[in-house]
């Protein structure tokens, strides 16, 4: 049974940080490539950003580039979302979601993720 569990939201102004965690168990982490995807209210879920397992292949939307890091830490099952310069449309629910699926076959879709944590707030403040 594989469990995600992320930490990290809160309300922050815009120009602020963020770290959010996702910790991860039930499977070899390790072979996993990790996504956190965001909703705000009205609106679908969305990418975010990915990592492979290896750390070394990752992804972001293209509003994200640049402000967010994505990382992830095999030792100790987690990965990382470092958000910086907020912006208030960074408002949402932000999920973390795992894969095992090879890492060619993933795409930048909720369809491609099997497994989802439970969410946790990010409010930015103007």
């Known amino acids: 049974q594989v469990q995600l569990v992320e930490s990290g939201g809160g309300l922050v102004q815009a120009g602020g940080s963020l770290r959010l965690s996702c910790a991860a168990s039930g499977r070899t982490f390790s072979s996993s490539t990790m996504g956190w995807f965001r909703q705000a209210p009205g609106k679908e879920r969305e990418f975010v950003a990915s990592?492979?397992?290896?750390?070394?292949?990752?992804d972001y939307k293209d509003s994200v580039r640049g402000r967010f890091t994505i990382s992830r830490d095999n030792a100790k099952n987690t990965v990382y979302l470092q958000m910086n310069s907020l912006k208030p449309e960074d408002t949402a629910v932000y999920y973390c979601a795992a894969t095992w699926a090879p890492y060619s076959r993933v795409r930048a879709t909720t369809t491609s993720y099997n497994y989802w944590g439970q969410g946790t707030q990010v409010t930015v403040s103007s």
């Open positions: 990592i492979r397992w290896s750390g070394g292949s990752t």
